[in-house]
């Protein structure tokens, strides 16, 4: 018997890339990257998206960023994660980015 092997779609690496904060239920907050910003939190919201907002429903949009190309913004993703919930808070209370990671270094946070 033949198996049919899945046909991979490749994995574009560059157009738009979002990076985003939403805000759920619990009032915690979660950071993504995406290509689709709509679809992305619409899948939150149906838990179906990350593991982490299945049981934290509803999610909401609270900050985004959009790249160009993907390294940068899984980069970014991973810089805000590190971040404390401080520091997310001042960024989605509309705090510059680059002065939230300037500060978050000079506190000796490594990002």
């Not at 993504?32 to 949009?61: C, Q, S, W």
């Not at 991973?78 to 209370?93: A, M, P, S």
Request: net charge positive; glycine share 8%; charged share 45%.
């Amino acid at each position: 018997m033949k198996t049919r092997k899945r046909k991979r779609r490749k994995f574009k690496r560059e157009g738009k890339f979002w990076v985003y904060i939403v805000e759920c239920g619990d009032d915690t907050f979660y950071t993504g990257y995406t290509p689709h910003i709509k679809k992305r939190i619409e899948l939150h919201n149906k838990g179906k998206g990350a593991k982490y907002t299945r049981d934290r429903r509803p999610v909401r949009l609270v900050w985004k960023k959009k790249y160009h190309q993907f390294k940068p913004a899984f980069k970014l993703e991973k810089t805000i994660k590190r971040l404390t919930r401080k520091q997310k808070e001042i960024l989605v209370g509309g705090r510059r980015l680059d002065m939230v990671l300037k500060e978050a270094r000079k506190n000796g946070k490594k990002i």
